[in-house]
């Protein structure tokens, strides 16, 4: 069992920054999914287990970026020129996989997920 712990949420203005961890104990594939209220929750980002590869959803490209430190088994969300519409639960997610350069980006895909952080972006 993988346990993820996210951090990184907050209040922030439009037009501001926010950067959210997760850390997570061994070599997965990760991703960021949202969700904002009333909706069903989005792919935004990820990354192949060994860092290589990267994908984004089409809203956030340009403005997010997600890296990983491996020594210390977290993933980063960097979240730069926040909108409004960006206010969601966030969540990070891992796959166990022997496909390093492989990125997944249905959820349906993923084994484990964290407790969700909020982020709310005011206008």
């Known amino acids: 069992q993988v346990h993820l712990v996210e951090s990184g949420g907050g209040l922030v203005q439009a037009g501001g920054s926010l950067r959210l961890s997760c850390a997570a104990s061994g070599r997965y594939a990760m991703g960021w999914f949202r969700q904002a209220p009333g909706k069903e929750r989005d792919f935004v980002a990820a990354i192949s287990a060994n860092g290589v590869n990267t994908y984004y959803a089409d809203s956030v490209k340009g403005r997010f970026s997600i890296s990983r430190v491996s020594a210390r088994n977290t993933v980063y969300l960097q979240m730069d020129s926040l909108k409004p519409e960006d206010t969601a639960v966030y969540y990070c997610?891992?796959?166990?996989?022997?496909?390093?350069?492989?990125?997944?980006?249905?959820?349906?895909?993923?084994?484990?997920w964290g407790q969700g952080t909020q982020v709310t972006v005011s206008s």
């Open positions: 997610s891992a796959r166990s996989t022997y496909g390093t350069f492989i990125v997944y980006t249905d959820q349906s895909a993923f084994d484990y």
